[in-house]
């Protein structure tokens, strides 16, 4: 596996695999890596003859009290990690590199953006979009991987390929890989590390409340009771804060209070030991 840090030197080994006529997958991370991430990986091997995956903790997409400096570099572990999947190239810039003096231009998705974490962290998915769409054009892959634990993310990065025709060669080529969980039902996140052990118990309140919620919802009880015991659930688990806990459907993202035909989405982000955490899951349409 190649480390690369400079631009130029992505371009020329991208240049040279497609000059051999290998395809390329992408996988956008901001490091920590964990499990999740490297299903993400054993899923691009399984789309592309060349894997590269960029590490690159974004500051665009991080608020002005969020914890940008307390993000885990660990970029050691994280190339050892990719070299045993069998990546090809890491792309690790460092921020100049992505941000040259004088950078002035933000990618804004409206809709899909709007609600969610897009309202709990203002300029959160500009920052977002416009990484994504920068690397697009850096990796030119024929296929980007996304995890569907950033479900609202996966919602911006496929609106915003969609409407600027970004260089993937289809919309279908940005696939969603499903959430891998821990034993206890907690979606991995590169932010459970900040747990002590005892919030990190705790946090499995979670996925649990969600799981009860969608069986409430799917068994007919009102939505809006059910998310109200998800909430309270939570607060009486240990989490101290929720941010939404909210039914929308799947693909738009707007609130829904009630089960229709089309594919629906339970989201939820809470705050434990200042950490916070989100989480999706599908409900069963009606
Ligand atoms: O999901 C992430 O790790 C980040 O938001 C991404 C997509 C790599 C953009 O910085």
Not at 11 to 18: D, F, G, P, V, Y
Not at 150 to 164: K, N, P
């Given at each position: 596996m190649r480390t690369i840090h400079r631009l130029d030197q992505l371009?020329?080994?991208?240049?040279?695999?497609?000059a051999e006529g290998e395809s390329v997958a992408l996988v956008p991370t901001m490091g920590a890596l964990h499990e999740g991430?490297?299903?993400l990986v054993r899923a691009a091997l399984k789309q592309a003859n060349r894997v590269v995956v960029s590490i690159f903790v974004n500051p665009t997409q991080f608020g002005p009290n969020e914890d940008l400096d307390a993000y885990p570099r660990t970029l050691e572990a994280d190339s050892a990690l990719l070299e045993q999947e069998g990546v090809d190239l890491l792309w690790a810039p460092s921020a100049d590199e992505m941000y040259p003096d004088g950078f002035a231009t933000s990618i804004g998705v409206d809709g899909v953006s709007a609600d969610?974490?897009?309202?709990?962290?203002?300029?959160?998915?500009?920052?977002?979009?416009?990484v994504v769409c920068k690397l697009f054009n850096q990796v030119r892959p024929d296929v980007?991987?996304?995890?569907?634990?950033?479900?609202?993310?996966?919602?911006?990065?496929?609106?915003?390929?969609?409407?600027?025709?970004l260089t993937l060669p289809h919309v279908d080529a940005i696939i969603g890989v499903p959430t891998v969980r821990e034993e206890d039902g907690l979606a991995l996140s590169s932010r459970n590390r900040y747990l002590d052990a005892e919030h990190r118990t705790k946090a499995a309140a979670l996925p649990a409340a969600m799981r009860e919620a969608i069986a409430k919802i799917e068994g007919g009880e009102p939505v809006a009771q059910a998310l109200a015991k998800l909430e309270q659930a939570l607060l009486s688990g240990g989490f101290s804060k929720v941010d939404y806990a909210a039914l929308a459907?799947?693909?738009?993202?707007?609130?829904?209070?009630?089960?229709?035909?089309?594919?629906?989405?339970?989201?939820v982000a809470a705050h434990i030991q200042n950490t916070r955490l989100i989480d999706n899951m599908a409900v069963r349409s009606g």
């Open positions: 371009r020329n080994e991208i240049a040279s695999l497609r991430h490297l299903t969610f974490c897009g309202a709990s962290r203002p300029g959160h998915f500009a920052g977002v979009a416009t980007a991987l996304f995890g569907e634990k950033d479900w609202q993310q996966l919602a911006v990065i496929r609106r915003m390929g969609r409407d600027l025709d459907d799947a693909q738009t993202l707007k609130r829904i209070d009630a089960l229709g035909d089309r594919p629906a989405r339970l989201l």
